[in-house]
């Protein structure tokens, strides 16, 4: 048997489960660990974020881009609790995520010492596993342990080691068990119940697709459906791109972070075919909806809405047996007019894009990053307005990815994400998008992105204010109080941080700065840049709740919801008028 240091070990099975870099801050308490770090760094690259939620934070983007368990470790005491933003989004969107944690040496502990605390009560709630070695021969095996916990559970998992002992020499070989991420076993739809969602399809007048996370790696089989049953389709927001953006049938999203289209076929459906998903917005389409839904997680069936039918299978399976149908529909004037209904609302976006004439439009950038982006980039999605833009624009029809915070909604999740998608995908062109709220709190970590000549192109959509909450506080009709913020420039700050920065005020300064930032990736800049823009503070329409539609709202709130969004009812007519222009 070899004998190395118990860190070291530690390394070599994060190794072995193919991790090849991992977050953090070094500190007394776990110096020792990440001494072992070093004696492996050939391998097991460590990257000195400057705040250790920025690190759990990019652990939690790793696991959603690529699958692969993110790793962040923090010190003793405030160390271990800045790590808790980051584990919490890891819980919530349920990615693997291992935190390995210091603790005050064994011989300190319980004698009141300096940073000494309880620790693993605190991780209880957010970490499936929660562990505190006792000895040093314990913590190569529990580290594995972890690992496997959190693949199995899609959770988080968190290693608590007192310093001393991660210092101290085992003997350590490696492990004969294969490194396995977890397989979950395919559920097959029964043909019972197949039988009832073939019924309920031919019987519906206007059905719709709604597909979440658990179709996004069924992209083929969901543009096959919709194109055989003539299905309008939305998509979770986090799981935009699950069928291609571009393709005529899609409508986006329901709710706050949604489209107009999307609003209306949901609210004008009389059945939903709602597969992989548990998005809590279900509850609020009309109650006389016919609710099928698929899900393979036996706890989500009628969570959030009660469902007529519900199908027990994974999402692919599923779709894959409603093309084995021995029926098509031709497409319907629903369809039809669901199509016109997402093409104009697209050619309203482009328009509000390309008009300048009272200052840049949070619209005209994202059109920009769209213009400008690669087939396969990578974007990492802060919190606030700037995701509910990002979420209506940008492409996510090739090979395209993203993240975002999707059920914890952090603010500053964007520039880690960022940062954690330039080291997952070296190649490609990666782009944080980050209001100036979030983008403030994270923002001394473009050091990170220098120091490790990460060339991220940070988008910086400035206001001055907390958007997202100043559209609560209109909503509210409360004052908008504690919602301005102190604007900079970010572009100057970028370029004293040793980044690039570049700063728009309008159309022609944007596409200037893309146009140099082209010139740069070209040339092999290694420098992270920093697209500052000055947008107008403009309310982003709400599409939570799309009142249109005069037969069904009355003229008095519709003129006032269109007024509120200058939302021009020829160049935006009501799903139902186009509908009845088609009948007509």
């Known amino acids: 048997m070899t004998k190395i240091t118990a860190g070291q070990a530690l390394a070599k099975v994060l190794i072995d489960w193919h991790i090849d870099h991992i977050y953090?801050?070094?500190?007394?308490?776990?110096?020792?660990?990440?001494?072992?770090?070093?004696?492996?760094?050939?391998?097991?690259?460590?990257?000195?974020?400057?705040?250790?939620?920025?690190g759990a934070l990019a652990a939690a983007a790793d696991a959603k881009l690529t699958g692969t368990i993110g790793v962040s470790f923090g010190s003793a005491g405030p160390g271990a609790v800045h790590l808790l933003n980051g584990l919490y989004d890891a819980k919530m969107d349920h990615v693997p995520v291992l935190a390995i944690v210091g603790q005050s040496a064994t011989s300190l502990m319980n004698t009141n010492f300096f940073q000494e605390m309880n620790q693993d009560p605190v991780f209880a709630d957010v970490a499936e596993f929660h562990k505190q070695v006792t000895n040093a021969e314990q913590i190569p095996?529990?580290?594995?342990?972890?690992?496997?916990?959190?693949?199995?559970?899609?959770?988080?998992?968190v290693v608590i080691i007192p310093d001393d002992l991660s210092g101290q020499e085992i003997e350590f070989n490696g492990f004969k068990t294969a490194p396995l991420k977890a397989v979950t076993q395919e559920i097959v739809p029964k043909a019972s119940d197949l039988a009832q969602v073939k019924t309920a399809l031919q019987n519906a007048k206007h059905p719709i697709l709604w597909v979440g996370k658990g179709a996004f790696n069924a992209r083929k089989e969901v543009v096959a459906v919709s194109e055989k049953f003539s299905l309008p389709v939305l998509s979770t927001a986090p799981s935009t791109g699950a069928m291609p953006t571009d393709h005529p049938n899609f409508m986006g999203s329901r709710g706050r972070l949604g489209t107009k289209p999307a609003f209306e076929v949901s609210q004008a459906s009389d059945l939903v075919l709602f597969v992989g998903t548990n998005f809590p917005f279900a509850r609020y389409l009309p109650a006389n909806a016919k609710f099928i839904q698929v899900n393979n997680n036996l706890a989500d069936l009628g969570k959030?809405?009660?469902?007529?039918?519900?199908?027990l299978a994974d999402a692919k399976l599923f779709l894959q047996k409603l093309l084995e149908f021995d029926f098509s529909i031709a497409p319907t004037d629903f369809l039809k007019a669901a199509q016109i209904d997402k093409k104009n609302w697209d050619n309203w976006l482009n328009k509000i894009a390309d008009n300048d004439e009272n200052g840049l439009t949070a619209e005209g950038v994202i059109k920009a990053i769209k213009e400008n982006s690669t087939d396969d980039a990578v974007f990492g999605l802060d919190v606030g307005n700037n995701t509910e833009w990002a979420i209506r624009q940008l492409p996510l029809n090739k090979q395209q990815r993203f993240t975002m915070s999707g059920w914890y909604g952090t603010m500053g999740f964007g520039l880690p994400a960022g940062l954690a998608g330039k080291l997952s995908y070296p190649d490609k062109q990666v782009w944080s998008i980050s209001g100036d709220g979030g983008y403030a709190m994270v923002m001394p970590d473009l050091l990170t992105e220098v120091k490790y000549h990460l060339p991220v192109i940070n988008v910086v959509l400035e206001n001055k204010v907390l958007g997202f909450i100043q559209h609560e506080k209109i909503v509210a009709n409360q004052a908008p109080y504690g919602i301005d913020l102190v604007g900079a420039d970010w572009a100057k700050a970028a370029e004293d941080l040793g980044a690039i920065g570049f700063k728009a005020t309008n159309l022609a300064e944007l596409k200037s700065a893309m146009t140099k930032i082209k010139e740069l990736q070209a040339s092999g800049n290694q420098l992270p840049i920093v697209l500052d823009t000055k947008i107008q503070n403009i309310d982003p329409i709400d599409t939570s709740f799309v009142p249109v539609d005069r037969t069904a709202f009355g003229d008095e709130m519709v003129n006032q919801y269109r007024q509120q969004y200058q939302l021009n009812e020829t160049e935006q007519p009501a799903l139902n008028d186009i509908l009845a222009g088609l009948n007509a």
């Open 24 to 54: 953090g801050i070094t500190a007394d308490s776990i110096n020792n660990t990440v001494d072992g770090f070093y004696q492996e760094r050939k391998q097991l690259k460590y990257i000195q974020v400057r705040h250790e939620e920025v």
């Open 141 to 157: 095996y529990v580290v594995d342990e972890a690992i496997r916990s959190a693949y199995a559970t899609h959770s988080v998992s």
């Open 304 to 311: 959030q809405r009660d469902a007529d039918i519900t199908v």
